[in-house]
């Protein structure tokens, strides 16, 4: 049984379908691992996503983890159920009334507390060890961020076997970014760093999407961004970023990433001016 099996039976479902029971449980691990002198920083980001949301915070409540974490939780200017389910559930949250990912996850930024802060979306659900193989690589000397894959949850339209295609594709292509380019492998569901140094360099706010790749490129002058391969580092998701046909997403991304091939193999440097367009249109939603 895949480990996220269990989390799948609140994933997509109103809020009003969740049994007390889960809803306690899931309030006493956030309770039992909440810490008033976290080392990690946990920042959930949410806008509208009443039937996703609790299925998040569940997989992120069963983290194991050595180290002293705190959760976040940032509404995102919703306008369903999102702000309660954070409550009811035992997250702190604070609110942004301006809408983007680069405005929430700032506000997570101004409130956390840890020394490493790690980005979570709430539309994915979250492996046991996901934060304690994140904080391992990233507390090494001369690392500034790190990033993780991530996969699908299979369903009905989109098969085991197309997946398993679809993302070793997708990951060959990740990882020869990851060697001169890591920024444009960066995917804010799956990506943590030094909170002093995101502080500093903070998230753009005026662009649409690309915010990650942003944040992931100014973390080069302070260190290495490191790539995680380790599949216990692997979260799951929806399908938003790749629709019903994986077919007409692989050529569209396929397409993409071509555009982008002269970045594999030329410094950032030369490419100052145009990183922050090419890292918006054509590397995201792999």
Known sequence: ??????????????????????????????KAKQSDHPLVSIAIIAHNEEYHLAANIWSLSETISK???????????????TAEIFETLGVPFFQEKRQSH???????????????YICIDSDTLYPPHYVEHLVKHLAKPGISGVYS?????????????GLFFYELCRDIYLYINSINRPELSVRGMVFAFKTEYGKKIRFRTNIKRGEDGMMANGLKDYGKIKYIYDRNARPVTGYRTIGNSLFHSFRERALKAFKCIPLLFTKQKEYKDIDSNIINKNTKNL
């Open 1 to 30: 049984m895949k480990w996220y099996n269990k989390y799948l039976s609140l994933y997509g479902k109103p809020f009003n379908n969740i049994p007390i029971n889960i809803i306690k449980e899931i309030r006493a691990n956030i």
């Open 67 to 81: 180290y002293p974490i705190e959760f976040i939780g940032i509404d995102n200017n919703s306008s369903d159920r």
């Open 102 to 116: 680069g405005y929430a996850r700032n506000c997570g930024l101004d409130h956390a507390k840890g020394d490493y």
């Open 149 to 161: 894959l991530w996969s699908y949850i299979p369903d009905e339209t989109h098969s085991a076997i």
